[in-house]
């Protein structure tokens, strides 16, 4: 049995349900994770996705901000919810998966726009949050069970990320600061990369193209900012990944593309 596991930050689901469908209709997707959902728990969509086949669900909600979803077509077991930085921000939601698996839907503070956490509290929310999950994180891997942590973690690590490793050493997202703590949660559970894992690190590849761009696709100026990690377990069952950059073309579209990856059993 393949798993087919999709990320995406949706930026608001209730504005782009018809996406949500469109998505679902193209790639039909086992668990489909969302961040950025940008709703309250009572005002979430709930019919809408049901009708879809994904009747088993883990949301938590906040009023026009942050917001992870976990949509599942079969049952999964032990949901809850993690906060960090001792905020209840939405950002954290967990399920195990048939298997054993344990699932992680992420959705990292963005950090502002200032890369300097005494000038930048925004910035150091995200270091603080990235330190907090390394710690749980390496107490975790002792366990031993598969884990699958996916979700928008705000940082693209490589050269190849982004459209100029140059101009954007300095700009949120991918300074030294960040890549080194996104480094260091990743080693905490052993992960691995698991697009990566198909698309060489030589090759560039994004996930998110600024609304600010007048045309997106021309211009081409991305970054990869949503990521599917698994851990060493899991490695030899994976079969594909992929990215969905046409739909940062479709009608109001997310800034976002999801990101796929296929798990045999």
């Given at each position: ?20 469908r ?7 997707p086992?668990?489909?994770c969302?961040q ?13 996705i ?24 079969s ?5 809850h ?10 950002r ?8 054993g ?11 502002g ?5 005494d ?16 710690t ?24 190849t ?18 890549i ?14 698991a ?26 100026r ?18 594909e ?12 579209a997310?800034?976002?593309?999801p ?7």
């Amino acid at each position: 049995m393949t798993l087919r596991l999709v990320s995406w930050n949706i930026n608001s689901i209730r504005l782009r349900i018809d996406n949500v469908r469109r998505l679902i209709a193209e790639w039909a997707p086992d668990v489909l994770c969302l961040q950025e959902t940008k709703t309250p728990d009572e005002h979430f969509p709930r019919d809408a996705i049901e009708a879809l086949g994904y009747r088993h669900m883990l949301v938590d909600g906040m009023k026009g901000y942050n917001g992870v979803a976990i949509l599942s077509r079969s049952r999964f077991a032990s949901p809850h919810t993690r906060a960090w930085c001792s905020r209840n921000d939405c950002r954290h939601a967990v399920v195990e998966l048939p298997g054993g698996i344990e699932l992680h839907n992420i959705y990292v503070p963005a950090g502002g726009d200032l890369p300097d956490p005494d000038a930048n509290p925004k910035f150091a929310h995200k270091l603080q949050f990235l330190d907090e999950l390394t710690t749980w994180f390496t107490a975790k891997r002792q366990d031993g069970r598969p884990m699958v942590a996916v979700g928008d973690f705000n940082i693209a690590p490589l050269e190849t990320d982004v459209w100029s490793h140059k101009q954007l050493l300095t700009v949120v997202s991918h300074t030294p600061v960040e890549i080194q703590r996104l480094d260091r949660l990743q080693r905490a559970g052993d992960f691995v990369d698991a697009v990566r894992h198909f698309v060489p690190p030589a090759q560039r590849l994004y996930t998110w193209w600024s609304y600010r761009a007048r045309d997106w696709a021309a211009s081409d100026r991305g970054r990869r900012l949503d990521h599917i990690w698994v851990t060493p377990a899991l490695v030899g069952g994976l079969r594909e990944a992929r990215v969905n950059r046409d739909s940062r073309g479709w009608t109001k579209a997310s800034d976002h593309v999801p990101v796929m990856v296929a798990i045999g059993g």
